[in-house]
């Protein structure tokens, strides 16, 4: 293993502040300069009574230099770590915090899970090591749940950032390692302690010198270590490269700078945010979303009460969590992915920060499934959290009918985790995140075969065909799954696997919506239902359905048939235009009888 | 009889010309109005101008190479032919699919690119390979003529096959287009397997398809294009400027039409390297800024950094993802929405943005007083004096300061409180500032620092913002060579003949088939040489480059790792893992032990020797007097915050050897150089103008 970090690498790009091209002064107050100029601005900023008044053009200058550097975090990390799901899914996040762990900026083009979440694992960090013992080079890591974001998986890792001899930020990286021992890919655990390695905050580093006993720890605990180290690393050097630039950006602008921009930003996106609310008429909204759950049907019930220009979700008589299966979801999980669908429909332009949802209050009873308490088993929590979204939809319906999409087939997420062995009996794991359709909005139709709320992606079938002895002999739209409407919901999708593996294998299940499909809007009708099950095989089981949240074995040569929901419809299917629903018919999309008995294509023909 | 080598570059608005005498070292750049209804036209006409104007004969042309913006213009516009696409039976869907994965987080209305083909044209038939190559499942020919009526019933003009694992055993698809062949001789078949061997149904599929989709017009078009060049008496050869920075011959380009997607783009990226190398700069960072966009290309040691993928025709403009992916070499090039056109506006919170919406040229920015009502960078630009209203296109178009004035205060400076002149400053910094970003972006995405690079400005936009984007970057020498509106012309003289082949071949790079990839390199090596020689280059001459897309056992992606040449075998197992390693260390800082590598696909680039083309403009093209300073006016220098007299120079009446102190301007035709306050420039042998800064 390479402990080095590497230099070059972490000056990549970045722009070596040289007293020449930077000794700049801006006219007319909007002045970039040296620390020692640093005095000077910080009168210009200061001397307007509210700190809001910086200049719109600094501003922009500004905050885009800060944003650069968390992207240039994300780059590093993503060109240097192996899990696919930090890859291809950007299960990652890079974040720039104060010394207090508040948050200054987040890179873009991060799936929201986790919104929030770093600077509560931070201010966590804090408690167990004071400001006062943090030094240059220390790496901070945990992979609790509580703390962080709601599953082992995903590990919160934080450096501090030191300015001549002073702690005055921290840089922070979240991302998926691709193993933590355990029964991790599936979703009928008990409690966490099943969940694979849990590592309470810990430092991986103290002053630059690795942890050695925390990452024999880990390589011990972990089925193929070098990926998951590589990745650990990965993060190391991401933090790295935020923090060295976040230094060059303080010694250009001062300390004082960063904080001010960064809450110069919020306010200005709290204002937005608050001006987006205003607009909407005040009084309680709900809706509930009912789930399969893991052996016992689950309720989201949502409550949105608008007041001025603040809003409250509660969800008050929610489903209590549960005792059996991961579907448990850690508060931290709950608000991030309450927020996102609030901000996509309320304010989807302004740039991603903390600002946005200041005028949002969650609230999710402790023990609730959307709240769920210490050890319960939550590795699975998508299953439920991504589901928030359809519950706050639903409830924004009836008063942005406009703006809000029906219920998606591809929510939530439909995870296939396949493992054994290949033809010459060496070992493979293969992970398939399966998209359904999205929900039809009042304009447009669903789009196809696509993930939301998360944006994970399956990859290449040939590239999945050769690491692994599956073949696939249908990946394909699913005709009808697309809930009817006067707009259609997109089509889910319909995958057939042989396992040609000379040994029996194993397949984990974990996914939703076959008792409860994606609901449609406004008269448009559900989407198909998702599904599992055993087709045409030699070995005759009893049972041709597959576990919905579980493992399986399979059969050397066994074939099964995985099938993703589709999105559901908006307005009623014999509002949709007629040359639509002929043109749906000629591509397939929908079959003849469909067209015929739920567009009522021929008396409208005739009529 | 003199040999004048033509290069085209037919783009959006105009047709460029640039005539070399590579024996007097003649020298001549021409435009004319493209002409999009019958391009052959515009270049036919323009042809005989350029002969005229330079003194020459149409029939004293050796050699004409075109690059062109047709086929991406096929593509952004939806204007190809009707194409049937063939897939494997379940894998309907590959095509409308994509990625899945969603381009913007928050967008809930935003969707993928139409596919090329609708659904009911994705046809598909019984049959399959596995990934190394064996057949599952026999090809079932007889259900290809139900297929063919339902093509024929909705006009199919062209075919496209893709199957599953073609790359590995392309037999079924052959197999189909023989079939075609004799029932179906009036379609033209692309087939997946020769278009983009390469692994990923996805982006193979998508390649294929795009092939399909351009090669009927494009046939036409070059069928008309040399036949009207003919007729001028016209007996040299046809080059086409490949997207890859190499040119082959008509025939070849004609045989993969989509590989010529990025052509104009990538030979203005060749001639920044040339120019570099001509000066010594072998670290550049080439910066074509136009009228709605900017492009920049890392160049490496002499050489602009390539890609194998690339997204055309996006949706949304400029994000990634909304387009259509085209699986073919190319240099690598990052795009921005940043022109002279961009427009300014204040945002949701306050900010002041500058583009990507731009204001076109049509009605164009305020200051052209065609109806454009937005504030855009050359509106911002004329205010701040950097450009002059009376020499705009060296005089044929005046600008108007009042309107660009009047845009800024209304959209800009009143709502956000401050005066005009900041407002307009606060643009050029704003889009320099972006353009900055990106190439840092860009540079740590390919692990490349590029604090020693030299900025290649030019475009019509390039030269004006190229000091304030030098200075943001750190880098302290600019590059502005003379004619920077006719760069990519000059790149087309300067890039060699040169072919590229690609072919995916999954395994472990210790139990790798090494007769299998010595074949594979035979084949394609062998195809190149032919092409090649055939443009009359000495076999000997011709420099093959291997590598091999290579990765740990596990990972999801892949790096290009060089392969020797020559006969391939189990003893190369050492070298070619440490070439991995060394690789894979420059690019991440760091090697894994212990995780076995696999190679996925093999790639192989021939190319002659750079032609040594020595492109000098001569003194002739100098028409004033030696350092004859135009006159003064006043300039807005962001570092004093107020507006300074300074020197106007006449880049035509600056010989070499001849030195501006900034602040100054040099103005020629198509472009104005903005020599900022700590800059200094030196004119070199080749009216290159060089700026020091710092």
Same mark, same amino acid.
């Given at each position: 293993?390479?402990?080095?970090?590497?230099?070059?690498?972490?000056?990549?790009?970045?722009?070596?502040?040289?007293?020449?091209?930077?000794?700049?002064?801006?006219?007319?107050?909007?002045?970039?300069?040296?620390?020692?100029?640093?005095?000077?601005?910080?009168?210009?900023?200061?001397?307007?009574?509210?700190?809001?008044?910086?200049?719109?053009v600094?501003?922009?200058?500004?905050?885009n230099?800060?944003?650069?550097?968390?992207?240039?975090?994300?780059?590093?990390?993503?060109?240097?770590?192996?899990?696919?799901?930090?890859?291809?899914?950007?299960?990652?996040a $890079?974040?720039?915090?104060?010394?207090?762990?508040?948050?200054?900026?987040?890179?873009?083009?991060?799936?929201?899970?986790?919104?929030?979440?770093?600077?509560?694992?931070?201010?966590?960090?804090?408690?167990?090591?004071?400001?006062?013992?943090?030094?240059?080079?220390?790496?901070?890591?945990?992979?609790?749940?509580?703390?962080?974001?709601?599953?082992?998986?995903?590990?919160?890792?934080?450096?501090?950032?030191?300015?001549?001899?002073?702690?005055?930020?921290?840089?922070?990286?979240?991302?998926?390692?691709?193993?933590?021992?355990?029964?991790?890919?599936?979703?009928?655990?008990?409690?966490?302690?099943?969940?694979?390695?849990?590592?309470?905050?810990?430092?991986?580093?103290?002053?630059?010198?690795?942890?050695?006993?925390?990452?024999?720890?880990?390589?011990?605990?972990?089925?193929?270590?070098?990926?998951?180290?590589?990745?650990?690393?990965?993060?190391?050097?991401?933090?790295e490269?935020?923090?060295?630039?976040?230094?060059s950006?303080?010694?250009?602008?001062?300390?004082? +700078?960063?904080?001010?921009?960064s809450?110069?930003?919020?306010?200005?996106?709290d204002?937005?945010?608050?001006?987006?609310?205003?607009?909407?008429?005040?009084?309680?909204?709900?809706?509930?979303?009912?789930?399969?759950?893991?052996?016992?049907?689950?309720?989201i019930?949502?409550?949105?009460?608008?007041?001025?220009?603040?809003?409250?979700?509660?969800?008050?008589?929610?489903?209590e969590?549960?005792?059996?299966?991961?579907?448990?979801?850690?508060?931290?999980?709950?608000?991030?992915?309450?927020?996102?669908?609030?901000?996509?429909?309320?304010?989807?332009?302004?740039?991603?920060?903390?600002?946005?949802?200041?005028?949002f209050?969650?609230?999710?009873?402790?023990?609730?499934?959307?709240?769920?308490?210490?050890p319960?088993?939550?590795?699975?929590?998508?299953?439920?959290?991504?589901?928030?979204?359809?519950?706050?939809?639903?409830?924004?319906?009836?008063?942005?009918?406009?703006?809000?999409?029906?219920?998606?087939?591809?929510?939530?997420?439909?995870?296939?985790?396949?493992?054994g062995?290949d033809?010459?009996?060496?070992?493979?794991?293969?992970?398939?995140?399966?998209s359904?359709?999205?929900?039809?909005?009042?304009?447009?139709?669903?789009?196809?075969?696509?993930?939301?709320?998360?944006?994970?992606?399956?990859?290449?079938?040939?590239?999945?065909?050769?690491?692994?002895?599956?073949?696939?002999?249908?990946?394909?739209?699913?005709?009808?799954?697309g809930?009817a409407?006067?707009?259609?919901?997109? $089509?889910?999708?319909?995958?057939?696997?042989?396992?040609?593996?000379?040994?029996?294998?194993?397949?984990?299940? +974990?996914?939703?919506?076959?008792?409860?499909?994606?609901?449609?809007?406004?008269?448009?009708?559900?989407?198909?239902?998702?599904?599992?099950?055993?087709?045409?095989?030699?070995?005759?089981?009893d049972?041709?359905?597959?576990?919905?949240?579980?493992?399986?074995?399979?059969?050397?040569?066994?074939?099964?048939r995985?099938?993703?929901g589709?999105?559901?419809?908006?307005?009623?299917?014999?509002?949709?235009?007629?040359?639509?629903?002929?043109?749906?018919l000629?591509?397939?999309?929908?079959?003849?009888?469909?067209?015929r008995?739920?567009?009522?294509?021929?008396?409208?023909?005739?009529? | 009889?003199?040999?004048?080598?033509?290069?085209?570059?037919?783009?959006?608005?105009?047709?460029?010309?640039?005539?070399?005498?590579?024996?007097?070292?003649?020298?001549?750049v021409?435009?004319?109005?493209?002409?999009?209804?019958?391009?052959?036209?515009?270049?036919?006409?323009?042809?005989?101008?350029?002969?005229?104007?330079?003194?020459?004969?149409?029939?004293?042309?050796?050699?004409?190479?075109?690059?062109?913006?047709?086929?991406?213009?096929?593509?952004?516009?939806?204007?190809?032919?009707?194409?049937?696409?063939i897939?494997?039976?379940?894998?309907?869907?590959?095509?409308?699919?994509?990625?899945?994965?969603?381009?913007?987080m928050?967008?809930?209305?935003?969707?993928?690119?139409?596919?090329?083909?609708?659904r009911?044209l994705?046809?598909?038939?019984?049959?399959?390979m596995?990934?190394?190559?064996?057949?599952?499942?026999?090809?079932?020919?007889?259900?290809?003529?139900?297929?063919?009526?339902?093509?024929?019933?909705?006009?199919?003009?062209?075919?496209?096959?893709?199957?599953?694992?073609?790359?590995?055993?392309?037999?079924h698809?052959?197999?189909i287009?023989?079939?075609?062949?004799?029932?179906?001789?009036? !379609?033209?078949?692309? %087939?997946?397997?020769?278009?983009?061997?390469?692994?990923?149904?996805?982006?193979?599929?998508?390649?294929?398809?795009?092939?399909?989709?351009?090669?009927?017009?494009l046939?036409?078009?070059?069928?008309?294009?040399?036949?009207?060049?003919?007729s001028?008496?016209?007996?040299?050869?046809?080059?086409?400027?490949?997207?890859?920075?190499?040119?082959?011959?008509?025939?070849?380009?004609?045989?993969?039409?989509?590989?010529?997607?990025?052509?104009?783009?990538?030979?203005?990226?060749?001639?920044?390297? !040339? !120019?570099?190398?001509?000066?010594?700069?072998?670290?550049?960072?080439?910066?074509?800024?136009?009228g709605?966009?900017?492009?920049?290309?890392?160049?490496?040691?002499?050489?602009?950094?390539?890609?194998?993928?690339?997204?055309?025709?996006?949706?949304?403009?400029?994000?990634?993802?909304?387009?259509?992916i %085209?699986?073919?070499?190319?240099?690598?090039?990052?795009?921005?929405?940043?022109?002279?056109?961009?427009?300014?506006?204040?945002?949701?919170?306050?900010?002041?943005?500058?583009?990507?919406?731009?204001?076109?040229?049509?009605?164009?920015?305020?200051?052209?007083?065609?109806?454009?009502?937005?504030?855009?960078?050359?509106?911002?630009?004329?205010v701040?004096?950097?450009?002059?209203?009376?020499?705009? %296109?060296?005089?044929?178009?005046?600008?108007?300061?009042?309107?660009?004035?009047?845009?800024?205060?209304?959209?800009?400076?009143?709502?956000?409180?401050?005066?005009?002149?900041?407002?307009?400053?606060?643009?050029?910094?704003?889009?320099?500032?972006?353009?900055?970003?990106?190439?840092?972006?860009?540079?740590?995405?390919?692990?490349?620092?590029?604090?020693?690079?030299?900025?290649?400005?030019?475009?019509?936009?390039?030269?004006?913002?190229?000091?304030?984007?030098?200075?943001?970057?750190?880098?302290?020498?600019?590059?502005?060579?003379?004619?920077?509106?006719?760069?990519?012309?000059?790149?087309?003289?300067?890039?060699?003949?040169?072919?590229?082949?690609?072919?995916?071949?999954?395994?472990?790079?210790?139990?790798?088939?090494?007769?299998?990839?010595?074949?594979i390199?035979?084949?394609?090596?062998?195809?190149?040489?032919?092409?090649?020689?055939?443009?009359?280059?000495?076999?000997?001459?011709?420099?093959?480059?291997?590598?091999?897309?290579?990765? !740990?056992?596990?990972?999801?992606?892949?790096?290009?790792?060089?392969?020797?040449?020559?006969?391939?075998?189990?003893?190369?197992?050492?070298?070619?893992?440490?070439?991995?390693?060394?690789?894979?260390?420059?690019?991440?800082?760091?090697?894994?032990?212990?995780?076995?590598?696999?190679?996925?696909?093999?790639?192989?680039?021939?190319?002659?020797?750079?032609p040594?083309?020595?492109?000098?403009?001569?003194?002739?093209?100098?028409?004033?007097?030696?350092?004859?300073?135009?006159?003064?006016?006043?300039?807005?220098?962001?570092?004093?915050?107020?507006?300074?007299?300074?020197?106007?120079?006449?880049?035509?009446?600056?010989?070499?050897?001849?030195?501006?102190?900034?602040?100054?301007?040099?103005?020629?035709?198509?472009?104005?150089?903005?020599?900022?306050?700590?800059?200094?420039?030196?004119?070199?042998?080749?009216?290159?103008?060089?700026?020091?800064?710092g």
């Open positions: 293993m390479v402990w080095a970090f590497n230099e070059n690498l972490a000056s990549v790009g970045t722009r070596q502040p040289s007293a020449r091209i930077c000794r700049v002064t801006h006219a007319g107050g909007h002045r970039i300069g040296f620390r020692k100029h640093a005095r000077r601005l910080e009168s210009e900023f200061t001397s307007t009574r509210r700190k809001t008044e910086f200049n719109p600094t501003l922009e200058i500004l905050w230099r800060l944003i650069s550097i968390a992207d240039q975090s994300a780059t590093t990390l993503v060109r240097t770590s192996f899990s696919t799901v930090v890859r291809e899914s950007n299960d990652y $890079c974040v720039l915090m104060d010394r207090n762990g508040d948050t200054l900026a987040e890179n873009s083009g991060s799936i929201p899970s986790f919104v929030g979440t770093m600077s509560r694992t931070v201010k966590h960090f804090l408690r167990r090591f004071p400001p006062e013992t943090w030094r240059p080079g220390d790496v901070v890591i945990t992979n609790d749940p509580w703390m962080g974001t709601g599953h082992r998986p995903d590990f919160s890792m934080a450096t501090p950032v030191f300015l001549d001899g002073e702690l005055v930020a921290f840089t922070g990286i979240i991302a998926h390692a691709s193993d933590v021992g355990g029964s991790i890919f599936s979703a009928d655990n008990r409690s966490v302690f099943e969940e694979g390695l849990g590592v309470p905050p810990m430092k991986l580093f103290s002053e630059g010198t690795p942890n050695e006993n925390l990452f024999e720890m880990i390589r011990y605990n972990v089925r193929v270590p070098e990926p998951v180290i590589g990745d650990f690393m990965a993060m190391v050097v991401g933090c490269v935020a923090g060295r630039q976040l230094v950006f303080m010694e250009e602008y001062g300390v004082e +700078m960063l904080e001010t921009l809450q110069n930003i919020q306010s200005r996106a204002e937005v945010m608050r001006r987006a609310i205003l607009k909407i008429p005040d009084g309680t909204f709900s809706h509930t979303v009912f789930l399969d759950g893991f052996d016992h049907p689950i309720e019930a949502c409550a949105i009460t608008i007041d001025g220009d603040e809003l409250e979700v509660d969800f008050e008589g929610t489903s969590q549960v005792d059996q299966g991961g579907v448990n979801v850690v508060y931290a999980y709950t608000w991030a992915f309450t927020t996102y669908p609030l901000k996509c429909v309320l304010d989807p332009l302004t740039y991603r920060n903390e600002g946005s949802y200041r005028p209050n969650i609230k999710a009873p402790e023990g609730s499934i959307l709240n769920a308490t210490y319960r088993a939550v590795s699975s929590r998508h299953l439920t959290g991504h589901c928030i979204t359809a519950a706050v939809f639903g409830a924004l319906a009836p008063i942005l009918p406009d703006t809000v999409i029906a219920d998606s087939g591809s929510t939530p997420q439909y995870i296939s985790f396949f493992s062995v033809g010459s009996m060496r070992p493979f794991s293969l992970m398939q995140f399966l359904g359709g999205m929900g039809a909005s009042s304009s447009e139709d669903g789009v196809h075969c696509c993930p939301f709320p998360t944006n994970s992606i399956p990859g290449s079938v040939e590239v999945s065909e050769s690491v692994s002895p599956l073949v696939f002999w249908k990946k394909e739209l699913l005709p009808d799954s809930g409407g006067r707009y259609r919901g997109g $089509c889910g999708q319909d995958i057939v696997i042989e396992v040609k593996s000379p040994r029996r294998s194993e397949l984990s299940v +974990m996914s939703e919506r076959w008792d409860f499909p994606a609901e449609g809007l406004s008269g448009g009708q559900a989407g198909g239902r998702a599904g599992a099950e055993r087709t045409t095989t030699g070995v005759a089981p049972d041709a359905m597959l576990p919905e949240k579980g493992r399986t074995a399979l059969e050397p040569g066994e074939v099964i995985l099938v993703t589709g999105g559901g419809g908006y307005g009623k299917p014999e509002e949709r235009d007629l040359d639509q629903v002929v043109e749906d000629r591509n397939g999309y929908i079959s003849e009888v469909a067209a008995e739920v567009y009522g294509l021929d008396q409208r023909d005739s009529g | 009889m003199p040999d004048v080598r033509l290069g085209v570059d037919v783009g959006g608005t105009f047709t460029d010309f640039v005539a070399f005498n590579p024996e007097t070292g003649s020298f001549s021409g435009k004319t109005l493209t002409t999009p209804h019958d391009l052959a036209l515009g270049i036919i006409q323009g042809t005989r101008e350029a002969a005229e104007r330079s003194g020459f004969a149409v029939k004293d042309i050796s050699q004409v190479t075109y690059g062109t913006t047709h086929v991406a213009n096929l593509m952004l516009e939806r204007k190809g032919v009707r194409v049937g696409l897939a494997t039976e379940g894998f309907r869907d590959v095509l409308e699919t994509g990625t899945e994965q969603r381009y913007d928050y967008d809930l209305t935003a969707r993928r690119a139409e596919p090329l083909v609708p009911n994705r046809r598909t038939i019984s049959e399959r596995s990934w190394d190559g064996k057949v599952l499942l026999p090809l079932d020919l007889a259900s290809l003529d139900p297929i063919l009526a339902t093509f024929a019933e909705y006009g199919v003009e062209t075919i496209a096959v893709a199957l599953m694992h073609s790359y590995r055993n392309p037999s698809e052959r197999t287009r023989k079939y075609l062949r004799n029932r179906y001789p009036e !379609y033209s078949v692309s %087939l997946s397997s020769e278009v983009a061997p390469e692994v990923r149904e996805y982006p193979r599929t998508s390649t294929t398809v795009a092939n399909a989709y351009v090669d009927p017009p046939r036409k078009h070059l069928t008309e294009m040399a036949s009207g060049l003919k001028l008496g016209f007996g040299g050869v046809i080059y086409m400027m490949l997207s890859e920075g190499g040119i082959t011959t008509l025939e070849a380009a004609r045989s993969f039409p989509v590989r010529l997607v990025e052509s104009g783009p990538a030979a203005g990226a060749m001639a920044a390297a !040339y !120019y570099g190398e001509a000066i010594g700069h072998r670290e550049l960072l080439s910066f074509d800024m136009g709605t966009t900017a492009k920049l290309c890392l160049i490496n040691g002499g050489k602009p950094s390539r890609t194998t993928e690339i997204e055309v025709a996006r949706e949304h403009r400029f994000k990634k993802g909304s387009g259509l %085209l699986k073919v070499p190319a240099i690598d090039m990052i795009e921005i929405g940043a022109g002279g056109g961009s427009i300014a506006y204040v945002d949701s919170l306050g900010l002041m943005k500058v583009g990507p919406q731009s204001a076109g040229a049509d009605p164009g920015p305020a200051c052209y007083g065609l109806g454009g009502f937005e504030p855009t960078v050359s509106d911002a630009d004329l701040l004096g950097l450009l002059n209203p009376g020499y705009f %296109l060296g005089g044929q178009m005046a600008l108007d300061p009042d309107s660009a004035s009047r845009a800024i205060e209304d959209r800009l400076a009143r709502p956000m409180g401050m005066s005009v002149i900041r407002a307009a400053q606060g643009i050029h910094e704003v889009v320099n500032e972006n353009m900055a970003t990106a190439a840092r972006m860009h540079a740590a995405e390919q692990g490349l620092d590029i604090r020693a690079s030299a900025l290649v400005a030019f475009g019509g936009a390039g030269p004006i913002h190229s000091y304030g984007v030098a200075k943001l970057l750190g880098l302290n020498r600019v590059i502005c060579p003379l004619g920077a509106g006719v760069m990519s012309s000059i790149g087309m003289l300067v890039a060699p003949k040169s072919f590229a082949s690609v072919q995916s071949y999954i395994s472990q790079l210790d139990s790798v088939d090494w007769d299998h990839v010595n074949g390199f035979k084949t394609m090596e062998s195809a190149a040489m032919e092409l090649i020689t055939a443009a009359g280059v000495e076999a000997a001459d011709i420099k093959i480059e291997r590598s091999a897309d290579m990765r !740990y056992v596990g990972q999801g992606f892949e790096i290009v790792v060089p392969v020797p040449n020559g006969e391939l075998g189990p003893e190369l197992l050492e070298t070619l893992e440490a070439a991995f390693s060394s690789t894979y260390q420059s690019l991440f800082g760091r090697i894994l032990s212990d995780v076995p590598v696999e190679t996925i696909t093999w790639r192989m680039s021939a190319s002659e020797p750079p040594r083309t020595d492109i000098r403009f001569l003194k002739s093209e100098l028409t004033t007097q030696t350092g004859e300073v135009k006159g003064e006016r006043p300039l807005f220098l962001i570092e004093e915050g107020r507006f300074v007299d300074c020197p106007v120079f006449d880049r035509y009446g600056l010989e070499p050897g001849a030195t501006v102190d900034g602040p100054a301007i040099v103005e020629e035709r198509e472009s104005t150089v903005f020599v900022g306050p700590e800059a200094r420039c030196t004119i070199d042998e080749r009216l290159n103008l060089v700026m020091s800064l």
